[in-house]
């Protein structure tokens, strides 16, 4: 332990105490924690790489791959009722996302800005449909639709799934309209604008990024929602994810990872759209902190 | 001055304001010429702010009624009324670059292009940002979002210009530097300014004239010479620099000190023998020691404590428990340090008579 020795009076300094080489920053950082995270991502991924890649096997093997090809693909598009499935879907998704977006944006608008005794108990049952169990609001949407003698259609299930996204949108643009402030609208109304132009004017460029990345975030929701659509669907077209499991009844083909796959792709892409839309329209934050809610001050 | 003061910037008539129980502005009367920089003095809570906001239209009087330019605003909603604005929080449009932030009011006016255009630069340059026109409000620092807030209400030539604490959320340097370019250009554009703010040295330093606030109620108005120098209450005087207040008692044309020691002053007429006053002298009328003069009033103290703050040291001084004096002394007088006054000294205070004021 010589280096722990403390250098004679007059000594040289310099060469008493080794250079540190490394600064002693693991010391709050555990290995194992890193090793923890690594395993978690890890079952987290291995699934859904293996349906990506036997998604591409050439066999109908779920066990051994074979070689590259796209025939569960072409089996998937060529299949009328998958098709009519899929367009089913993006269907529902796409009126789900513009419905919740309007409603949820003006119903953040009236909770956010009204004072009055009842905002408080709004804004908390606001969130309940966020916490209602799937099966829940399933369930008691089918038995709604029966008792007033609404068919069970595509209609149903934008129905059932507006109900649920609203909530979404509301907390998502709520943060952002409560950050923005009073005294912003204030100065528009000041400086001559009317209600609805500062509404236009002011209000909604500031919310735009949280509206969109709300819309998107409903988008892939509704697209890969499964219990609720099951609970309220027709008979035909079924949405993709209702069709599937229909399908896997009757055994298991390969084209389950070919659609699989593909629903992925676009939910991720809905999302990460999401995320990068925001900053594509020149703001620095980025869509996370939007959807979060955690704005920069 | 007209009954309903036509020749006035704003009137306020009787104006009171209640949020439900509270009354955050009680009767008020006040008359601002046009030109004028005034400026509502008071702490938080005074009712300043919400006196500010009736003006601007976001509130509506309880009772009374405002004029603006000898024009009733009652029924004019804000987006009507000509005035304009600049808030505490600057509440610039992020989403707007710097020029159309400032075009923002004229395009509602439907002004024409070649004219906004010429206008908005104007404005621009006053504030001195010509050449971040632009930028983006998020790339700007405190002090120029604080200009371009200005330049974005005056561009509109309002009668009557709103300031709610403007200079609240800036710096003491960029604060000083801009209290002087408000003034400024104040007088470049002629426009009246209502100013509001708790900041005494900001209020005395801008304002033509102050209504100092208390409780919604204004407790008196006038130049800051008047109101620095001739405080009418204890309030006022305490408010507004240092006060340095001594309890009393009216004693034919003196004032009896608590600690028994008698005072001249200037009692006014009508204060009756007996009646309980409090006299007032600003710390830097006061004299110590070798300073004092003949004809001064002079009172003994103990030294308890001393402040070095920069330009002065303020040396606070006991006369008897309870009854303090705050003196300043320049600090070229005794720049060394081994010829000051300690804590524990007893040390001799001395003021004119006339400068010593006696409130009720």
């Known amino acids: 332990m010589s280096t722990e020795v403390a250098p004679s009076p007059g000594a040289p300094t310099g060469t008493a105490r080794p250079a540190r080489t490394k600064p002693p920053k693991d010391f709050d950082r555990p290995r194992f924690l890193k090793a923890f995270v690594g395993l978690f991502f890890l079952v987290l991924f291995v699934p859904i790489v293996l349906v990506i890649l036997f998604s591409f096997n050439s066999s109908r093997s779920l066990q051994n791959f074979e070689g590259f090809s796209l025939r569960w ?36 608008y009236g909770l956010v800005r009204s004072r009055t005794r009842w905002s408080n108990a709004a804004n908390v049952m606001m969130l309940v449909p966020l916490v209602t169990p799937e099966i829940v609001a399933g369930a008691s949407a089918l038995l709604l639709f029966t008792q007033i003698g609404l068919e069970l259609s595509i209609t149903t299930i934008i129905l059932a799934h507006i109900t649920f996204s609203i909530s979404y949108v509301t907390v998502v643009v709520r943060a952002r309209l409560a950050s923005l402030g009073r005294e912003v609208e204030s100065a528009a109304m000041d400086l001559g604008a009317t209600r609805w132009q500062t509404f236009r004017l002011v209000t909604l ?83 996370l902190k939007v959807l979060l809610g955690r704005e920069a001050a | 001055m007209s009954e309903n003061g036509a020749g006035s910037a704003i009137h306020f008539e009787a104006v009171t304001k209640r949020f439900g129980d509270a009354v955050a502005v009680d009767d008020l009367n006040l008359e601002i010429q046009r030109g004028e920089f005034f400026s509502l003095l008071g702490p938080s809570g005074c009712g300043k702010t919400t006196t500010l906001r009736m003006v601007g239209g976001f509130e509506q009087p309880s009772e009374g009624r405002i004029f603006l330019e000898g024009e009733p605003v009652e029924t004019v909603p ?10 505490q929080s600057y509440a610039l449009f992020e989403h707007l670059s710097i020029e159309d932030n400032v075009a923002f009011g004229l395009k509602r006016r439907k002004v024409g292009k070649d004219e906004i255009r010429r206008r908005v630069a104007e404005a621009l340059e006053l504030v001195e940002l010509h050449e971040r026109g632009d930028a983006r409000p998020r790339e700007l620092s405190g002090g120029q979002k604080q200009r371009v807030a200005l330049a974005r209400a005056l561009v509109n030539r309002p009668s009557v210009l709103l300031l709610d604490e403007p200079l609240g959320a800036l710096d003491l340097k960029l604060r000083k530097q801009m209290q002087v370019e408000l003034k400024g250009i104040q007088r470049e554009v002629g426009i009246t300014f209502l100013y509001v703010t708790h900041d005494q040295e900001e209020a005395l330093a801008m304002s033509d004239r102050i209504a100092v606030m208390d409780a919604g109620v204004i407790k008196q108005c006038g130049t800051p010479e008047e109101i620095y120098e001739h405080p009418v209450g204890p309030f006022v005087a305490g408010f507004i620099g240092v006060s340095n207040l001594l309890p009393g008692v009216c004693e034919n044309g003196s004032i009896r000190l608590a600690d028994g020691s008698l005072c001249d002053a200037q009692v006014p007429a009508d204060c009756a023998a007996g009646a309980d006053v409090q006299l007032s002298v600003r710390p830097e009328k006061i004299a110590i020691d070798d300073e004092i003069e003949p004809g001064m009033v002079t009172v003994d103290g103990t030294v308890v404590e001393r402040v070095y703050v920069g330009t002065s040291t303020q040396i606070i001084v006991e006369l008897a ?28 205070l001395g003021w004119r008579p006339e400068h010593a004021l006696v409130l009720r």
């Open chain 1, 73 to 108: 693909y072409q089996e998937f598009f060529e299949s009328e009722s998958l098709r009519d499935s899929l367009i089913a879907s993006v269907e529902i998704a796409l009126i789900t996302m513009v419905v919740a977006t309007v409603l949820g944006t003006l119903l953040a």
């Open chain 2, 321 to 348: 428990p309870g009854m303090r004096l705050m003196a300043l002394e320049q600090n070229w007088v005794r720049a060394r340090s081994d010829d000051r006054w300690e804590i524990g000294n007893r040390v001799k």
């Open chain 2, 78 to 87: 804000p987006y009507e009324r000509n005035v304009n604005t600049v808030f």
């Open chain 1, 205 to 287: 460029p500031a919310l735009w990024p949280a509206v969109l990345a709300a819309g998107l975030l409903v988008f892939a929701l509704s697209f890969d929602d499964f219990v609720l659509s099951f609970f309220t669907t027709g008979e035909s077209p079924q949405p993709l994810p209702v069709r599937i499991w229909t399908q896997i009844r009757f055994g298991v083909r390969p084209t389950i990872n070919a659609i699989g796959t593909f629903m992925l792709v676009i939910s991720v892409l809905s999302i990460g759209l999401a995320l990068l839309l925001p900053r594509l329209f020149g703001r620095k934050e980025s869509g």
